[in-house]
């Protein structure tokens, strides 16, 4: 007979899981991720790659690439961080992916075969975008949660649904709103991205702002201004300020406000998001 398990053994082994940020299940069976790597350089040096070089144009498209029909065409970087020596060489193979991709959906697909960014191995899904791609408006948040890596959309958790309420009170919805984060995987345990993992995924962010071409930019939180309007001050003294975002093709109107996620920690805080969001309203009417 099998014995009966260890209840108080069970409940430290969860502990212990929540304490190392596994705090949800992806799948219904536990995955090797060991193993899986070591078969990925086995079958990667049976075929030879060669090593890429830094500055050098990477390998053509990868095998996710090739199942995803906007992606086959393109060529996509075959990048795995074990091969790639640097963070800094993940940010120029994911540059030159991020350039080549000519719209949205390509980009979208290019993402989904980049492997230079490890946050991509623990997510569920990429959350892209969500809203209207040719809205006046952007809004760019940190990265996605555990709802949101659920759900492949971003800001759809507690803190989305107060986004849309903020953007309800100045006459903004998802149709009229576009929405993604700069980091789009799932960062484990919910952590904010690393430097390293915001200098990886900024290109493709970047390109999906020039993609996407709205007229006001809109970054939530101190991570989003940071990486998008090189903002050195905390988010408390940054917010609020219009300042100029050049997106590739033009200049548009930028300007960071508080993260909803704050917002439900710091409730008293809300008088002045709200007064940022009726700046970005008169903006958005002057505009018209
Ligand atoms: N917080 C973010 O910054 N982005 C999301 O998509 C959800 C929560």
């Known amino acids: 007979m099998r014995p009966e398990p260890d209840l108080r053994n069970l409940e430290a ?6 304490a190392s940020g596994v705090d949800a299940a992806l799948d219904e069976a536990p995955h090797d991720r060991f193993a899986e790597s070591a078969a990925e350089m086995a079958s990667r040096q049976a075929r030879q ?19 995803s029909p906007a992606a086959s065409s393109l060529a996509v970087p075959a990048v795995n961080p074990a091969l790639a020596a640097s ?59 555990g709802e ?28 009229s709103a576009y929405i993604a984060n700069i980091v789009p995987w799932r960062p484990p345990g919910n952590r904010t ?16 702002i020039e993609l996407c071409d709205p007229d006001i930019l809109v970054c939530l939180g101190g991570p989003s201004a940071q990486a998008l309007l090189g903002s050195r001050d905390g988010i408390l003294k940054s917010r609020g ?12 109107r930028a300007m960071a406000t508080l993260h909803p996620a704050y917002l439900l920690r710091a409730p008293h805080q809300k008088r002045l998001a709200w007064r940022d969001f009726k700046a970005l309203k008169a903006a958005l009417e002057k505009k018209e």
């Open 13 to 18: 082994i969860l502990d212990f899981h929540v």
């Open 148 to 175: 949101e890596d659920r759900a492949g959309l971003p800001f759809v958790g507690r803190s989305g649904q107060l986004l849309d309420r903020m953007m309800k009170a100045i006459g903004l919805d998802r149709g």
């Open 241 to 252: 300020r219009w300042s100029e975002y050049a997106t590739g093709t033009r200049t548009i």
């Open 49 to 67: 790659a060669p090593p890429i070089q830094p500055g050098e144009r990477p390998a053509p498209a990868c095998p996710a690439a090739a199942s």
């Open 193 to 208: 991205p690393t430097p390293q993992e915001a200098a990886i995924c900024r290109p493709f962010i970047e390109r999906q």
């Open 87 to 145: 963070a800094e060489e993940s940010a120029l193979v994911a540059r030159a992916a991020a350039r080549a991709a000519t719209s949205l959906e390509e980009l979208r697909a290019v993402l989904e075969a980049f492997e230079g960014c490890a946050l991509r191995l623990t997510a569920k899904s990429l959350c892209f975008a969500d809203g209207n791609p040719q809205a006046r408006i952007m809004f760019v948040g940190e990265a996605p949660g």
